[in-house]
């Protein structure tokens, strides 16, 4: 199993940024994924979630109304789609697949 995040970096205030995972050595189509972070200081939290189909997605309070999560099961990708960003928002993504299965973790920063 292996899952790759890229698309993080720098980004201003206000910007935006998308975060895309590339999954490989599983059925991708059959499992939920998910977005964490984890911010110096912080515990890991859980970001956003998306259905096997893509159908429901959940997001935590912090992040609803600027990040989306999506998933292309041809490509067997998932994104995570983020406007409006905060200095809270910095931290390192995670992407994460079935069990305990995790990616190596992308640096978002946002500063001006």
């Known amino acids: 199993v292996q899952l790759m995040e890229s698309g993080g970096g720098l980004v201003q205030p206000g910007g935006s940024l998308t975060l895309s995972c590339a999954a490989s050595?599983?059925?991708?189509?059959?499992?939920?994924m998910s977005w964490y972070r984890q911010a110096p200081g912080k515990e890991r939290e859980r970001v956003a979630t998306?259905?096997?189909?893509?159908?429901?997605?959940y997001y935590a309070d912090s992040v609803k109304g600027h990040f989306t999560i999506s998933r292309d099961n041809a490509k067997n990708t998932v994104n995570l789609q983020m406007s409006s960003l905060r200095d809270e928002d910095t931290a390192v993504y995670y992407c994460?697949?079935?069990?305990?299965?995790w990616g190596q973790g992308i640096q978002v920063t946002v500063s001006s």
């Open positions: 994460k697949g079935p069990s305990e299965y």
């Open positions: 050595g599983f059925a991708f189509r059959l499992y939920a």
């Open positions: 998306i259905t096997s189909a893509g159908g429901t997605t």
